[in-house]
């Protein structure tokens, strides 16, 4: 994960508290957030397949991986409303994927 990550996402954090403010509603909405940067990239695919014939091809990979990153970031925002250690949380949930990771015997279906 890029050690820039968490100083910058908690910089978002103080803007983000000093202009809206804290609370329930705050919290909510940066829930939300992540939902609609999940779609825009949602959105990048489709347009990248050019799913959308009325459309045809209007993104790239690039652009999908753009979307991606600001749902990490979207994510990693709001996760600073549910815990005073964001990144301490991401690593144990990281360490706990690795664990099921290692124990997992994948079948091959060839």
């Known amino acids: 994960m890029s050690s820039a990550l968490w100083p910058v996402t908690a910089r ?4 983000l508290d000093a202009v809206n403010g804290i609370g329930d509603h705050e919290t ?5 957030k992540v ?3 999940a779609g ?4 990048a695919y489709i347009g990248m397949t050019g ?5 045809g091809a209007t993104h790239t990979r690039a652009d999908v991986a753009d979307e ?3 749902v990490i970031i979207a994510a990693a925002v709001a996760l600073h ?10 690593d144990a949930k990281l ?7 290692n124990a997992w015997t994948p079948e091959r279906t060839v």
């Open 12 to 15: 978002i954090v103080t803007a």
């Open 28 to 32: 909510v909405m940066r829930l939300l």
């Open 35 to 37: 939902g609609e940067e």
């Open 40 to 43: 825009e990239a949602s959105a």
């Open 51 to 55: 799913q959308n014939p009325r459309k």
């Open 68 to 70: 991606l990153c600001d």
């Open 81 to 90: 409303a549910f815990t005073t250690r964001p990144s301490a949380v991401l």
């Open 95 to 101: 360490h706990a994927a690795a664990g099921r990771l």
